[in-house]
């Protein structure tokens, strides 16, 4: 039987439903509300996502009817599987206490190194032989990140496997080349633009008895840190790798020698079918981008991806949190079919992570990978109506704005000029503000902290601030990233370092009326205050105004909120207020625009509600509270 008789002999019993119909169904559902705002999502990146997705919206896509590693790779390199390397970095500052930790770790799942070598070391071919003894180097992905010594660690490698007779084409790994990415940080070449892309042609030169090494990066993860959206970070993404291709066929090498040694490093933050969707037009993208140099074989054109986890949205405060946010973003770049992973420990961003924390994020990999089987299905997102169509969009506004910066002489005449750097400011401001007004939730941070956690005295203070500030001599604004919980962090960090010497403000939530409604706004109160460290006192409710103003001031608080109904509120809220008003910080939990001018009058001047900056309104009690932030 085909399969058309097939599909008509299963679905015969069921009558074909259309989208009109559909449509229709949810247009009465809704009352007459707008469907458009209502039901259509709207991404940061402008992208217009609906309710639903058929098959007729794959009608238009021209990039499905291919396998898994046929070009234009957008269903990923891999033909037979979906299998990535598993990768944990090592920081070296001590050779032997790096190999000893690499040895140990390979025999725990590992296989990808990546040595983060300390700049304090120029590392002769001896010390990089001694960190990678007994590792065998055809049977482990090898990765170096050495600052100034890039073509060193390259020279050195091809001879150590030329001297333990390894073979050369099972070598695989990279250096974390980027002159270009550097520039984006530092604001300056270290010594020109010009002399920097002659390093990279003789590092391309330098690696060519090992075809399977990288020794290009392209950082994306760069432009994502500082806040870009999915399409910022893929159009600067690519526009940086096409200045590479474009500056060392210049020089005389081939697109066949330059493109398969460009790796692209991809931090995965938490929009989960977007990250899947934002790798897959990343492939589809490249692939064009590489053939339009004119490769002799299509398979060049073929994009390795390294992923790594966003630093951008990881906490301080209730850290544990992170190994949830790492755990999807995991999912999101195995499933878009990445190359290598690496997954950061869930208390990096405040201290140097400790065998348990490199435990739990080594064993998310190794979960997905032996226990979920995410690497035995090859492209498991192809076919979903609505990732393929994600990613056809994200592609299409990609290549816009990539095409934008082409027109302006390229990626690094584009920042030169600042328009990088404005258009992520830009987006980073609007993120800020969304997290200021929780419109974007970081739990734990900006929502439903833990308010009985202190953290002032484990953290290293160099935490709470931005990852790059400004270089004096930069000729260029840089790139800054930072993360997004760092306002907030720092908000709460004041209040801990306030009551190391004082007694932590308190805030008494007055519960009066009606019982759904003085839960649910106690429930925001406490949540709202508990942000910036606050000490919450939570009740059952009161049987009378008196008795709820009598126990607010046995508390001591420093800060007392109304909770009830608007409705409720006419009477009561006159009522505290004649009785704490210069007592305590009054707070009304809610916005009752009818009786608002009323409230002013008698001493209730502060308001919390949904539509709050949260954060604006934080420093402003800080301020009342004289804590210095």
């Known amino acids: 039987m085909d399969a058309e008789k097939q599909r008509e002999r299963l679905f015969s019993e069921f009558p074909p439903v259309s989208t009109q119909e559909w449509n229709e169904l949810l247009i009465k559902d809704l009352k007459g509300a707008d469907f458009d705002k209502k039901l259509v999502w709207k991404t940061k990146e402008g992208i217009s996502v609906k309710p ?100 060193k660690v390259v020279q050195y490698v091809e001879k150590l496997v030329k001297k333990y007779n390894r073979d050369l084409v099972k070598i695989y790994g990279s250096v974390d080349f980027d002159p270009l990415g550097q520039y984006t940080l530092k604001g300056k070449f270290p010594v020109s633009a010009e002399a920097s892309f002659d390093l990279a042609k003789i590092m391309i030169e330098t690696a060519r008895n090992l075809p399977n090494f990288k020794v290009i990066t392209v950082n994306g993860s760069y432009f994502h840190n500082s806040g870009a959206t999915l399409v910022e970070t ?39 079918f977007m990250e899947i969707a934002k790798l897959r037009a990343a492939r589809l993208l490249w692939a064009h981008i590489v053939k339009a140099y ?39 770049a195995i499933i878009g079919g990445v190359d290598s992973l690496t997954v950061l420990p869930f208390n990096a961003v405040y201290e140097n992570p400790a065998d348990f924390s490199e435990r739990i994020a080594r064993n998310q990999q190794l979960l997905l990978k032996e226990e979920s089987y ?94 790059n500030q400004q270089v004096a001599d930069a000729e260029v604004e840089t790139l800054k990233p930072y993360r997004g919980s760092l306002a907030f962090e720092k908000l709460r960090l004041a209040t801990d370092q306030y009551a190391k010497i004082n007694p932590r403000p308190k805030v008494f939530l007055l519960n009066l009326g009606n019982l759904a409604m003085c839960r649910a706004r106690a429930q925001f109160a406490g949540n709202f205050f508990g942000c910036a460290g606050y000490e919450i006192i939570d009740n059952n409710g009161f049987n009378s105004v008196k008795e709820a103003a009598d126990t607010c001031l046995k508390s001591k608080a420093r800060i007392a909120v109304i909770c009830s109904s608007d409705e409720e509120y006419v009477d009561l809220a006159p009522q505290l207020a004649d009785l704490l008003r210069d007592k305590v910080i009054l707070v009304l939990a809610g916005f009752p625009k009818d009786i608002v001018e009323n409230l002013k009058k008698v001493g209730i001047s502060h308001f919390i509600h949904i539509k709050s900056n949260v954060l604006e309104t934080l420093k402003e009690f800080q301020q009342l509270l004289d804590i210095k932030l």
Not at 303 to 329: C, G, Q
Not at 453 to 459: A, D, F, H, P
């Open 374 to 467: 995410l690497d035995k299905v090859t492209d498991p997102g192809a076919g979903s109506y609505y990732i393929e169509n994600l990613t056809a969009s994200l592609a299409e506004q990609a290549w816009k704005l990539f095409l934008e910066i082409q027109e302006k002489g390229g990626f690094l005449e584009a920042f030169r000029s600042g328009f990088v750097q404005a258009r992520i400011n830009q987006s980073a401001g609007e993120r800020d503000m969304n997290i200021a007004t929780r419109r974007e939730i970081l739990l734990g941070t900006n929502q439903y902290p833990n308010i009985t956690e202190l953290k002032y005295e484990e953290i290293n203070p160099a935490s709470f601030e931005s990852l």
């Open 234 to 272: 893929l159009a600067f993404s690519l526009s940086q790798g096409v200045n590479y291709l474009t500056q060392l066929t210049e020089r005389g090498l081939s697109i066949n020698e330059v493109a398969p040694r460009i790796k692209f490093q991809f931090a995965t933050g938490p929009n989960y």
């Open 52 to 151: 639903f997705y058929r098959s007729e919206d794959l009608k238009n896509l021209n990039f499905l009817n291919v396998l898994p590693s046929e070009f234009p790779f957008t269903r990923g390199s891999k033909k037979n599987s979906n299998d990535w390397h598993v990768r944990q970095d090592i920081y070296v500052d001590d050779i032997k206490k790096a190999n000893k930790k690499a040895l140990d770790i390979l025999m725990k799942g590992v296989t990808s190194l990546g040595f983060i070598i300390d700049p304090k070391f120029e590392p002769a071919i001896d010390e990089i032989e001694m960190l990678c003894a007994n590792i065998y180097a055809d049977a482990v992905e090898l990765n170096f990140v050495c600052y100034h010594n890039s073509l």
């Open 294 to 332: 004119g490769p002799s074989d299509e398979k060049k054109t073929r994009m390795f991806v390294h992923a790594e986890s966003s630093r951008w949205n990881k906490t301080i405060y209730d850290a544990h949190v992170n190994m949830l946010r790492t755990t999807t973003e995991s999912m999101s």
